[in-house]
Structures are given as C-alpha cells and as structure tokens.
C-alpha cells in the first residue's frame, strides 16, 4: 500500500498488540499506542511508539493535535483492554469504572479525537477489538462483558454517521488465540476450550492481521461484527 495508510494500534505493547505490531508494519507505517507497559523493542523502523493514556482527555487532545495532518488514510485500531473479574453481587464499583473506562470511554475519547483528521481526509478505517468471552458473558465477566457489548452500538452509530464521509467502523471479535490472555489459563483449561474449537488449535496472530487488512481495503464493510474464533462452540 506504500505510503498511503498510517496505522494508530492502542494496546500496543499487550500480549497480542506486540505481535500484531510485527505483522501491521508490513501494511504501513505504525504508531504503537502504550501505557503501563515498559517498551523494551524498538528495532522496526516502521514502527512509531507513544506513550498515551487514553483514559486522559488532555493527553488525547495533546496527542491529537500532535499528529495532526500528518496520518494520512488513518485506520485506528482499539486493542488496549483491561479486565477485571468478579461475581456480579459483590463487584466493586472501582473494578467497574477501572475497566469501563479503558475499554469503552478511552475508545470513545481516542476515536472523537482523530474523526475529524479522517473527515478532512475523506477516508477513514476505525475497527475495534472485542471478545468472544465478552459476547458470550461468562461465569464472573460482567463488566467485561459489558464494555465489549456496549462498542457494538457505538459501532454500528459511527458507521452510520460517518460513512458518508468514507470512514468505516467494524469490530473484530476474537476467539482463543496462542498469545494472549490464553497464556495465562492452565493447561486443563486449555485443554477444554481446545474441545470446543472443530480445529482443536488456537487462532494465529497472523488471523487478525489478515482481517484487518481486508478491512482497510474495504470501502463496503461497514458497520460489521467480524469473528475470528474458529468456530468456537
């Protein structure tokens, strides 16, 4: 694609977010969104790092204005997640707030800030990453669970509002992959959610990077829920 999409992944520095890091750059230019993480890596040189707290509004705008006209055919990409579990009845309202606001207000924050780059631009790809154990609402996921359902709508509204203007916003719903928060179940845990995969093999990276790929190059999805789950039943 040369020098005509310029890739914003939060997350960056996450289980997955480094790995698909790898596999962006060779789509185009990258900037790597992180926070808490200690960046470690910085030997792609098409790879940019910033670190943001998207939970903060001023260091989005400081950010946004940073950057401004020079992300050309923008795709944002929302990765950065943050869970915390626990029984419905005795969640702390803290925990609540905690993940409501990384995973849906810092989304909201991030891609407000940067809409009007891709409305000048006329093009536009936002896509959202969210969860199989989201949509299916496990056993102590609630607000999890929540903050992924709730971009759902916000999609679809943005796909809506903005499509006139070339920019999409579809989701990604991802399964049980290599990396990941699969790195930190037990292996009997794996071996069960293994059962429930006709493959009986975890997604690739590489899965995603295909299919955000796909994405960037189509004008015509729009307001889509993709799942890349491998038939998890």
């Known amino acids: 694609m ?7 992944l939060t997350g960056a520095l996450g289980g997955i977010g ?3 890091l790898k596999h962006l750059s060779k ?11 200690l960046l470690k890596d910085t030997a792609n040189s098409k790879v940019m790092y910033e670190k943001l707290n998207i939970e903060d509004p001023q260091a989005i705008r400081s950010f946004a204005q940073k950057w401004k006209g020079r992300l050309p055919h923008l795709t944002l990409i929302h990765s950065a997640v ?6 419905f009845a005795s969640y702390k309202e803290v925990d609540w707030d905690k993940v409501m606001r990384t995973n849906v207000k ?20 936002i896509i959202h990453i969210s969860s199989v154990v989201g949509v299916d609402g496990s056993v102590g996921t609630a607000c999890y669970s929540a903050s992924k359902t709730a971009l759902v709508g916000m999609s ?24 990941g928060l699969t790195e930190t179940l037990k292996n009997d845990v794996k071996k069960e959610i293994l059962k429930r995969i006709p493959s009986n093999s975890f997604g690739e990276v590489s899965d995603i990077a295909h299919a955000i790929e796909f994405l960037i190059k189509s004008q015509y999805i729009n307001g889509s829920v993709i799942t890349i789950d491998g038939a998890f039943q």
């Open 2 to 8: 040369g020098d005509e999409v310029m890739i914003i």
């Open 106 to 125: 810092g989304n909201f924050l991030l891609t407000q800030a940067l809409l009007p780059q891709m409305i000048q631009e006329k093009w536009g790809r």
């Open 27 to 37: 789509i185009d230019s990258v900037i790597g969104v992180y926070n808490s993480s």
């Open 82 to 87: 943050f869970n915390i579990d626990g029984l």
């Open 156 to 179: 679809r509204v943005l796909a809506k509002e903005y499509g006139r203007f070339n920019i999409t916003s579809n989701i990604l719903t991802l399964g049980y992959f290599e990396m």
């Open 18 to 20: 480094k790995e698909l």
